[in-house]
């Protein structure tokens, strides 16, 4: 008499199937997260350039009582568009960062900080930073409370 052959342990082809697609449902989440993440960091770099540049215009207020005429931290000086630096300041520019004065002699300024390379779709779009501190952003499709963390 034959002894009947035993099934062998493993794996069959569904079980398979289903890891698969458990691990690419997982993989899905976590890059979905990862971008969100990458990109909260880089508004918020875009953000901090823009308090900084508002900081040093402020300083030249209280000494020569006008913005205009500022050494920034791009190695520029401050005049009506003049791009003033990127954020961040090396590598590549996901942010290019801009002031305007709106008066002559420039007794206020309105900073933006305007996404390109990767994040020339971001859903904030411009950021703007004035001399009364009001933070804002425009072109976007996000509001300035969500955009600034507020």
């Known amino acids: 008499m034959k002894k009947p052959i035993q099934a062998l342990g493993g794996f069959t082809l569904i079980e398979l199937m289903i890891a698969v697609v458990v691990i690419g449902i997982l993989s899905a989440i976590a890059y979905a997260s990862y971008t969100s993440y990458v990109q909260r ?7 901090a350039v823009l ?14 009582n006008r913005y205009d ?3 920034l931290n791009g190695g520029g000086t401050a005049t009506s568009g003049l791009i003033i630096a990127q954020a961040p300041p090396s590598g590549t520019a996901n942010y290019t960062i801009g ?6 002699p420039a007794t206020d300024f309105l900073l933006k900080a305007t996404p390109t390379g990767p994040m020339a779709s971001d859903a904030c779009g411009v950021f703007t930073l004035d001399n009364a501190g009001v933070q804002g952003v425009t072109g976007g499709a996000l509001s300035a409370a969500e955009c600034w963390g507020r």
């Open 41 to 47: 960091a880089r508004r918020s770099e875009a953000k």
């Open 69 to 71: 005429n500022t050494q």
């Open 99 to 104: 002031v305007a004065f709106n008066t002559t």
């Open 51 to 64: 308090l900084q540049d508002a900081t040093i215009l402020e300083r030249n207020f209280t000494m020569a």
